[in-house]
């Protein structure tokens, strides 16, 4: 039976589960999924502080000041980033003080140095600072606890770790990190004509190029590849194969073999060492997807063509993969866009084209293919940045109307 996309992909998650957690310093979490709630030890920011260079005054004092009517202080103390005083300021006198230093007993507002005059003491304690502009009370302050107080909850569990997250995790005391587990991912190539890349291929041979870009693709999602030397095609080397990565593995890709030629052996082996879930999907390229599982570890089936593999994996195994790490977001941003020229498709398939989202400079977004759509080429794929998806039914899409585009230049996200 064939199967649409969507039934495809939930029977794919339904055979997944999310991982268990483990603990990784801190800069490991990067791009992860935070499996308990993180909360600070101390307030950020720990104490009020300056956001200028400049002096810390009483508002009172300068309250009318002006470029004809400065008011002078008298210069106590000079706190750098760093310091701490606890020499208070009184009235009519003011702290010189540096940008993140502690604000000083007694000043309810900072004047940056750019608004002040000092003498020819340069503002340094002793001397006096003419100031030239009235300030608010708290004017330049930053407040203790701005960004979160001690035994707040910073980041919650389930949200994802961004550059931000990490930043935030750090000034709140979390040097290690408690993260969903990366699956293990074997990586299997199926085929008599494959040949490692750093040899040029033979007679009737090509390069086991898949294994990289699976590879890749298993990166890319956040996942580990196993890669596993190339799979005859044989039998009992399909079956000795699949054995040994169900037991290594939380999760199997293999490439090739999955169609109707005399030694395509996945689907049997599948059948005979596991279940098998399904084997097409209305799908262009790539309809003869194979899903399943041995031993309980989920197992796909992408077909040997460069550029089926490619879309297979975007649209069944990278949210499959994400989902054992603990992500909720599994689509990549969709957009509409308008077609930049005429697409014939065949009736009962959705086609996922290898193409390239462009915005004009009157802010509209045309999409185009990139390149040959032979599903043996991987070059679309690259010059691209995003799948051009054509619904199921047939006729004949024509430039100018309008089209949905999955955005592979962008992660999972609320778009
Ligand atoms: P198959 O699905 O095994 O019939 O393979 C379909 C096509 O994909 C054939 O032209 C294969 O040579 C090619 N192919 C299969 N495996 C790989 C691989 N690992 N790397 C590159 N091309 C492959
Ligand atoms: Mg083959």
Redesign the pocket.
Known sequence: MTLSVEQARDLVLARCRVLETEEVPLLEALGRVLAAEARSDIDVAPFDNSAMDGYAVRAADVAGASDDSPVTLAVISHIAAGEYSDVEVGPGQAARIMTGAPVPPGADAVIKVEETAADENGGSTGGTVKILREVVVGQNIRLRGEEVRAGDVVLASGETIGPAAVGLLASTGHAQVKVGRRPRVAVL???D??VDVAEVPGLGK??????YSISAQVIAAGAMPLRYP?VPDDLEATREAFRKAASEADFIVT?????V?DF?YVGPVLEELGEMEFCKVAMRPGNPQTMGSIDGVPFFGL????SSTFVGFEVFIRPALRYMQGHTRLDRPRQKAVLAHDVKKKRDRRYFLRALLERGEDGRYTVGVSGSQSS?LLTAAHKGNCLLVLPEGGGAFTAGSEVEVIRLDMEEGIA
């Open positions: 190539s199926t085929g004509e494959l090509i390069r086991n190029s898949n294994s190339p490439s090739g073999g999955v169609s030629g395509d077909p040997g063509n460069p043996a």
